[in-house]
């Protein structure tokens, strides 16, 4: 079987070569060096050199000569290369945490001065009057509002052993057991603990110093991102203007739109935060005053810095409010219940449409995970940061990697007046027509 396999395949063999050897051959033709030329997706023949040069392959087609050795060494250093950049900003998160706070203070108040600016006031004289005017508002807010907040949070910390006792007292008749530790208990427990060890002392020195330093440490990082924040204001615009002046005209184009767009979400972020916590803030304080309900100011502060946290702020900073009204009697929790949820639906549909507009237009999904990420990494100043930054994710995503991914390099649609160091003029701005979809 296997040797008549072998003599069929043998005068198969033997057939096309002869019919090969048979054909006639052609004449001798003088060959020019040609260089190697790429197909076109969608033809059957390969383009002619245009001057003796070979088009280029297409994208996403990879370029000979490119081995497996080359890709390999630059994969490797593409990822020693990431490495090093989390490496490096996990060192300098706190740096680089006042660098960001700093920068979106910067972003949120060249509005201001680029309109005062706009007004024959000169730069300077704009950032002086925009920042005292800041400090003020900082100085005047502490001095009104202080000692009430302070007046309440010592009204309850004294108060707060007698709500722990009568909610253990409405648990325990629902049939739940639930061991709330007393304050007196803890107090007595820690005396307990630190009468008896001379070094106890000396630890607890040690803490309150500590304490001293974190506080004078705070206002040291709070007095550097003011400082930052104006060099920002008087210097970006111009580093700015270099770096997109060393890229090509079509570049430079596109990336003048992005970063208008990324300042334009910034700013309806920080203006319209600001304006809804007031709002609610007050309007929280006064109607909790007017019913009565104790620690007024306390939970007005509560509820207006909750609107710094996207989603869930406000539904936490409602909870203690709620929580001390059941403990009122059922007309006062009952209307505290009224007004929060009345709240929240007159923000969501009035206000938050009529202050901020579409500046801040984000997916609730990606505010979520940026909330949860921002949160894990960087706690509280996280929490506050997620929103800018998914702001600036979001303006990344569709204005440059999705045209990116598509191959689309022309400019996206906008008509962008730019008011970043300077008023807005004919010359300043930049109208680009919309790409084919």
């Known amino acids: 079987m296997q ?32 260089r190697p ?3 076109v997706p969608g033809s059957e023949t390969p383009p002619l050199p245009v001057d003796g040069v070979a088009p280029r392959p297409p994208a996403g087609q990879p370029r000979r000569g490119a081995g497996p050795l080359r890709l390999v060494f630059g994969a490797v250093l593409i990822a020693l290369g990431v490495v090093a950049a989390v490496y490096f900003a996990y060192e300098l998160r706190s740096v680089i945490t006042l660098t960001l ?7 949120g108040l060249q509005a201001p001065v680029a309109y005062l600016r706009g007004l024959g006031l000169p730069r300077p004289i704009g950032l002086l009057v925009i920042y005292v005017a800041v400090i003020a508002g900082f100085i005047l807010a502490g001095w009104l509002l202080v000692p009430p907040i302070i007046s ?15 909610a253990e007292a409405q648990v325990g008749r629902l049939g739940i057991q639930v061991e709330i530790p007393r304050l007196e208990d803890l107090e007595r427990r820690v005396l307990t603990e630190v009468s008896g060890d001379i070094g106890s002392y000396v630890n607890r020195v ?49 990336w003048t739109v992005i970063t208008q767009k990324i300042a334009d979400k ?3 972020w920080m203006l319209g935060t600001l304006l809804l916590g007031l709002i609610i803030g007050g309007a929280t ?12 100011f306390l939970f007005g502060l509560v509820a207006g ?20 009204a059941a403990f009122q009697g059922w007309g006062t929790f009952g209307w505290v219940l009224l007004f929060y949820i009345l709240v929240q639906q007159v923000e969501n549909y009035i206000l938050v449409p009529r202050i901020m507009g579409s500046a801040v237009d984000l997916p609730g999904l990606g505010v979520l995970i940026a909330f949860l990420v921002g949160s894990e990494l960087l706690g509280v100043t996280g929490a506050i940061l997620a929103m800018p930054s998914a702001a600036i994710i979001h303006v990344l995503w569709f204005e440059w990697i999705v045209p990116a991914i598509r191959g689309d390099d022309r400019s996206p649609d906008a008509s962008v007046q730019v008011t970043v160091g300077a008023p807005a003029t004919p010359a300043t701005q930049v109208s680009v027509r919309s790409p084919a979809r």
């Open 285 to 296: 304080t006064i109607f909790l005053l007017l019913i009565g309900m104790p620690y007024a």
């Open 37 to 39: 030329v790429h197909l």
């Open 3 to 34: 040797a008549a396999l072998a003599a069929v395949s043998a005068l198969i063999v033997g057939l096309v070569l002869g019919r090969s050897t048979r054909r006639a051959k052609p004449a001798a033709v003088k060959k020019m060096p040609q």
């Open 152 to 166: 309440d949070l010592r009204a309850f910390v004294v108060q707060a052993p007698g709500y722990l006792s009568q």
């Open 266 to 268: 910034i700013q309806g």
């Open 206 to 254: 040690f803490s309150i110093l500590g304490f001293a330093f974190g506080l004078f440490g705070g206002v040291l990082n709070a007095f550097f991102v003011l400082i930052l924040s104006i060099f920002i204001l008087s210097e970006g615009p111009a580093f700015r203007e270099h770096l997109l002046s060393l890229m090509s005209p079509e570049h430079e184009r596109r």
């Open 101 to 107: 706070v700093a920068l979106l203070l910067a972003v």
């Open 305 to 324: 810095v909750g609107e710094l946290i996207p989603m869930i702020g406000p539904i936490i900073a409602a909870v203690p409010a709620v929580g001390i």
